[in-house]
């Protein structure tokens, strides 16, 4: 079997035992987290767009740089979940081995693109429509993919030659088409996304618990809430009545690190410090 088959077959699999149907992914960082329990970091870091899965002891995170490429960034975790789900996770957080072309890279490339892209929803959309930037265009937004997986796609569902894929492959920009097709606001929004940090979501519940003990300073929330204002942080907690406490109103005992993912600490090494 192909190294694009396995990819291909494993993407339709997990879509299948996680009910996602053909439609989009609205979240990709939040499927991650919830079906395989693994913790997503967006990381301020000089290789934007470039991700990693990275095992430390027992836990593992998967680190991807901020990109103001928010299509990128999908693209990027869709791949590391590949790892994940063809069990190839074979690197560690001192590898500098981040796009070494081996069979386990591609498959975890044909894994992203049939994940983020399904071709049966290709070929129901694009059936009644010439193979247009248009159709590109809409392809791009609706499944939130770089134009090069969208392109692939139609080519493979038989929409678009080879050459029309290839010119797609090497233009245009995601960024472009939205300008062109009137979806820029959208796109904008995506990508401030993809800029700010983001720590796990179990992490990320814990400091909030770790802070109404007074056990964490305002900084580290607003540092893992990817925030440069810390008092901004302690106003919308207050508004929703989390203020650190002296006496336990909701939990019988003070939060630990539960071993199930990195530690704040650890966390803390990874993103860079906080103040």
Same mark, same amino acid.
């Given at each position: ?17 996680? #009910? ?13 987290? #919830?079906?395989?329990?693994? %913790?997503?970091? +967006?990381? &301020? ?19 991807? %740089?901020?990109?103001?490429? !928010? ?15 063809? &069990? *190839? ?33 290709? =070929?129901?959309? $694009?059936? =009644? ?7 590109? @265009? ?5 499944? %939130?993919? *770089? !134009? ?18 290839? /010119? ?17 606001? $959208? +796109? /904008?929004?995506?990508?401030?996304? $993809?800029?700010? @940090?983001?720590? !796990? ?9 770790? +802070? ?5 300073? !305002? ?33 019988? /005992?003070?939060?630990? &690190? ?9 966390? /803390? *090494? ?6």
């Amino acid at each position: 079997m192909s190294n694009e088959q396995i990819g291909k077959d494993a993407a339709k699999d997990f879509r299948a035992k996680h #009910h996602l149907g053909i439609g989009p992914i609205a979240d990709i960082a939040d499927l991650i987290e #919830h079906t395989t329990g693994v %913790g997503v970091a +967006y990381i &301020d870091v000089p290789a934007p767009g470039h991700g990693m899965t990275m095992s430390l002891g027992q836990k593992t995170l998967i680190g991807v %740089g901020c990109t103001d490429h !928010p299509m990128r960034l999908r693209s990027t975790l869709a791949h590391e979940l590949g790892h994940l789900v063809l &069990d *190839s996770v074979n690197r560690v957080a001192s590898s500098t081995e981040w796009e070494a072309r081996k069979p386990e890279e591609i498959q975890a490339d044909a894994f992203a693109r049939h994940l983020l892209v399904p071709l049966e929803a290709v =070929e129901q959309m $694009s059936s =009644e429509r010439e193979g247009t930037l248009g159709l590109l @265009s809409t392809l791009v937004q609706f499944f %939130g993919a *770089s !134009p090069a997986m969208v392109a692939i796609q139609l080519r493979e569902a038989g929409r678009i030659s080879t050459q029309q894929c290839q /010119e797609w492959i090497n233009a245009p920009s995601a960024k472009a088409l939205a300008l062109q097709f009137g979806w820029h606001k $959208s +796109y /904008e929004q995506m990508a401030q996304q $993809s800029q700010t @940090s983001r720590a !796990p979501q179990p992490l990320h519940s814990r400091a909030i618990e770790a +802070y109404r003990w007074g056990l964490i300073s !305002p900084a580290v929330v607003a540092r893992l809430s990817g925030e440069r204002a810390p008092q901004q942080v302690v106003k919308r907690l207050k508004q929703q009545g989390i203020t650190p406490q002296t006496e336990d109103l909701y939990s019988t /005992e003070k939060p630990t &690190d539960s071993g199930d993912q990195l530690s704040a600490e650890e966390l /803390e *090494s990874l993103l860079g410090g906080a103040d």
